[in-house]
């Protein structure tokens, strides 16, 4: 059976449906998918077998053919599985598809040719967990880089703050979660709350060598029809690059371009957040 991390890490398919029978081994090798998705490294079929309460051979037919369709990649040294490239296909054909990338991936070429700085894009993927979905890198001689498709905790950084100022995670959640996240200098959960409630207000967050000693990151949410998060956008660079007032003019950017992608992304049926005095002038 799941455990009740396992559960809340993933999000669990439902069990009615409007018409038809489930098919047993799709919701099983969703639930083996997910489960890969949630480990820091790569699992055995029988660690997967024991973990989701499948049958050992089930499990194991069901992993061999998502490595041989590339969904899973198989490790000889180790006999284990993780997730594969073949994923990442698909997500980006679904990212496509609904038009994110098509809004997105312009908007983080400006910010990162006007800061000089590498711009992210953060989608949602549980209660727990973002992963890198698109990236555009400046003309900086010094870059920080990531891989499309790495995945970090929910509350890591100035992302995490953004993440948990519209998530509707209890305060005890919250602190479940931050004690887990691996960081260099993490403030106290009291003050993490209070930069939560200042990112609500601001719309954007600052995160100052906490995640990483020398790694500035600044951020600001994408919000769904009901104010959830589903994306944010991140500037990533080194400490010494930021000062205050860079900092924050960059952050009042983000916030007015995450605000203006929101209002493209639900359509004229949302009410729009109103626009900053910077947007009306553009």
Same mark, same amino acid.
């Given at each position: 059976?799941?455990?009740?991390?396992?559960?809340?890490?993933?999000?669990? !398919?439902?069990?009615?449906?409007?018409?038809?029978?489930?098919?047993?081994?799709? %919701?099983?090798?969703? +639930?083996?998918?997910?489960?890969?998705?949630?480990?820091?490294?790569? %699992?055995?079929?029988?660690? %997967?077998?024991?973990?989701?309460?499948?049958?050992?051979?089930?499990?194991?037919?069901?992993?061999?053919?998502?490595?041989?369709?590339?969904?899973?990649?198989?490790?000889?040294?180790?006999?284990?599985?993780?997730?594969?490239?073949?994923?990442?296909?698909? +997500?980006?054909?679904?990212?496509?598809?609904?038009?994110?990338?098509?809004?997105?991936?312009?908007?983080?070429?400006?910010?990162?040719?006007?800061?000089?700085?590498?711009?992210?894009?953060?989608?949602?993927?549980?209660?727990?967990? @973002?992963?890198?979905?698109?990236? &555009?890198?400046?003309?900086?001689?010094?870059?920080?880089?990531?891989?499309?498709?790495?995945?970090?905790?929910?509350?890591?950084?100035? !992302?995490?703050?953004?993440?948990?100022?519209?998530?509707?995670?209890?305060?005890?959640?919250?602190?479940?979660?931050?004690?887990?996240?691996?960081?260099?200098?993490?403030?106290?959960?009291?003050?993490? !709350?209070?930069?939560?409630?200042? &990112?609500?207000?601001?719309?954007? +967050? @600052?995160?100052?060598?906490?995640?990483?000693?020398? %790694?500035?990151?600044?951020?600001?949410?994408?919000?769904?029809?009901?104010?959830?998060?589903?994306?944010?956008?991140?500037?990533?660079?080194?400490?010494?690059?930021?000062?205050?007032?860079? +900092?924050?003019?960059?952050?009042?950017?983000?916030?007015?371009?995450?605000?203006?992608?929101?209002?493209?992304?639900?359509?004229?049926?949302?009410?729009?957040?109103?626009?900053?005095?910077?947007?009306?002038?553009?």
């Amino acid at each position: 059976m799941l455990t009740d991390d396992q559960d809340r890490e993933s999000f669990t !398919l439902s069990t009615t449906f409007n018409a038809g029978k489930p098919v047993g081994a799709v %919701v099983s090798a969703f +639930a083996i998918l997910r489960h890969l998705a949630a480990q820091e490294g790569a %699992v055995s079929s029988a660690q %997967v077998a024991r973990a989701l309460g499948l049958n050992p051979s089930t499990c194991f037919n069901i992993l061999k053919t998502l490595a041989a369709e590339r969904v899973v990649q198989f490790e000889e040294v180790g006999k284990a599985y993780r997730l594969g490239a073949g994923l990442l296909e698909l +997500a980006g054909s679904a990212l496509d598809q609904v038009g994110y990338t098509r809004l997105l991936h312009p908007e983080l070429e400006r910010l990162a040719a006007a800061w000089q700085t590498p711009m992210t894009a953060w989608l949602r993927v549980s209660d727990h967990r @973002v992963m890198l979905v698109d990236q &555009a890198v400046s003309s900086s001689a010094i870059q920080i880089h990531m891989r499309i498709g790495h995945r970090l905790p929910l509350l890591v950084g100035a !992302l995490g703050r953004c993440m948990a100022a519209h998530a509707g995670l209890p305060v005890e959640e919250m602190r479940r979660q931050y004690a887990a996240v691996r960081q260099d200098n993490p403030p106290p959960f009291e003050q993490f !709350l209070a930069e939560v409630e200042e &990112a609500r207000a601001a719309g954007y +967050a @600052v995160d100052r060598d906490g995640f990483t000693r020398g %790694v500035t990151t600044v951020s600001s949410p994408i919000l769904d029809a009901e104010g959830r998060p589903f994306l944010a956008l991140s500037a990533v660079g080194l400490t010494a690059q930021f000062s205050d007032e860079r +900092a924050a003019a960059m952050a009042a950017d983000l916030r007015d371009t995450t605000r203006r992608i929101g209002r493209q992304l639900a359509g004229p049926g949302r009410a729009a957040a109103p626009l900053s005095p910077r947007e009306t002038t553009r």
